[in-house]
């Protein structure tokens, strides 16, 4: 079935730090991929997708490209800052339409 | 901007007791999800709806799970005789369409804390 591995965390960073999370990802077809973002105490919230290889995603500073040939889809930022801090999620929808997520990933930015 | 929204926030009850949880998704969203997420765990699919029908469903949507869009805006989840462990954030998403016309993301709710003592 499909699944999806990031990297484990917590990630600690200073204030403007480059930030990468790494998320790789099996599937069968030809998945979408996302990234949610969720703040402390809050809901999911979508920071990005792509829909089809190579395509870059980006949003708020973040980027992350669909890489087919090596199943990856890795969240970065060039400077991360204290409002970052929250638990990144790595996700991808296939035909099935129901999502998989990866296990999330904490991030605290110190300032 | 259009967005999911939950309610209650938080639920606290007792075992056995029956939980309706509520949605009201994007109105012109026609894809609508359960989703839960257990204390410092991952998020895990439950069920789908389309055309006031189930599409899929996971393992974790046993007998006591059901889903009802009862009027046109509404999309609730019922816990039939609520267990310890379905403590849980449960998230409503919905999407406009399909994957094939590029319209598969789905949008999240803030969530609904449920507490089983």
């Known amino acids: 079935g499909n699944s999806v591995t990031q990297m484990e965390g917590p990630v600690t960073l200073s204030e403007e730090a480059f930030l990468t999370i790494n998320c790789t990802y099996t599937?069968?077809?030809?998945?979408?991929l996302f990234w949610y973002v969720q703040y402390p105490g809050e809901g999911l919230q979508l920071l990005l997708k792509a829909t089809k290889a190579d395509d870059k995603g980006s949003n708020k500073g973040f980027e992350a490209t669909y890489r087919k040939e090596t199943t990856s889809f890795h969240l970065e930022k060039g400077s991360v800052q204290v409002s970052d801090s929250a638990v990144y999620f790595c996700a991808l929808s296939d035909y099935g339409q129901n999502f998989v997520f990866g296990p999330g990933t904490r991030l605290s930015v110190l300032p | 901007e259009p967005e999911v929204t939950q309610t209650p926030s938080h639920q606290v009850t007792q075992m056995g007791q029956e939980v309706i949880l509520r949605c009201v998704p994007i109105?012109?969203?026609?894809?609508f999800y359960w989703y839960r997420q257990i204390l410092g765990q991952k998020v895990e699919f439950l069920v789908s709806f389309y055309n006031n029908e189930i599409s899929e469903k996971s393992e974790i949507f046993d007998d006591q799970f059901s889903v009802e869009r009862p009027d046109g805006s509404n999309f609730t989840l019922k816990i039939r005789s609520t267990k310890l462990e379905d403590s849980a954030m449960y998230f409503c998403a919905s999407s406009e369409g399909s994957m094939a016309g590029g319209k598969e993301t789905q949008y999240f709710g803030p969530g609904t804390r449920l507490l089983v003592l």
């Open positions: 109105s012109n969203h026609l894809y």
């Open positions: 599937a069968t077809g030809y998945p979408s």
